[in-house]
């Protein structure tokens, strides 16, 4: 099982990125495709996370309202569209997979390789 991120860059506060994560196999249906984001010094922070079968999503208050994630079953691609983006949004992220729904690093398997997002004030 392989994740590939991609869609990271620069961009100004107020502005938006859509992130894409590519996984390779077979993804089960009980599996649960998740967002982390790691600022340097920091640990690394729960951003989102979509049930593959159910499509149920979680966000946590720091970016709800601002982020989206969303799923594409037929491409095995999860998204996460970020907008009004704010300097503290500032992270690599990673996606990941795991067998069930948590907001712990260590509730999730496989990881991505992270993408960087930088938000200029």
């Known amino acids: 099982v392989q994740l590939q991120a991609s869609g990271g860059g620069l961009v100004q506060a107020g502005g938006s990125l859509r992130l894409s994560c590519a996984a390779s196999?077979?993804?089960?249906?009980?599996?649960?495709l998740g967002w982390f984001r790691q600022a340097p010094g920091k640990e690394r922070e729960f951003v989102a996370a979509?049930?593959?079968?159910?499509?149920?999503?979680y966000y946590p208050d720091s970016v709800k309202g601002r982020f989206t994630i969303s799923r594409d079953n037929a491409k095995n691609t999860v998204y996460l569209q970020m907008n009004n983006l704010k300097p503290e949004d500032t992270a690599v992220y990673y996606c990941?997979?795991?067998?069930?729904?948590?907001?712990?690093?260590?509730?999730?398997?496989?990881w991505g390789q992270g993408t960087q997002v930088t938000v200029s004030s």
């Open positions: 196999g077979r993804i089960l249906s009980s599996s649960v």
């Open positions: 990941a997979r795991g067998p069930r729904y948590g907001t712990r690093p260590d509730d999730y398997v496989y």
């Open positions: 979509i049930r593959w079968s159910s499509d149920r999503r």
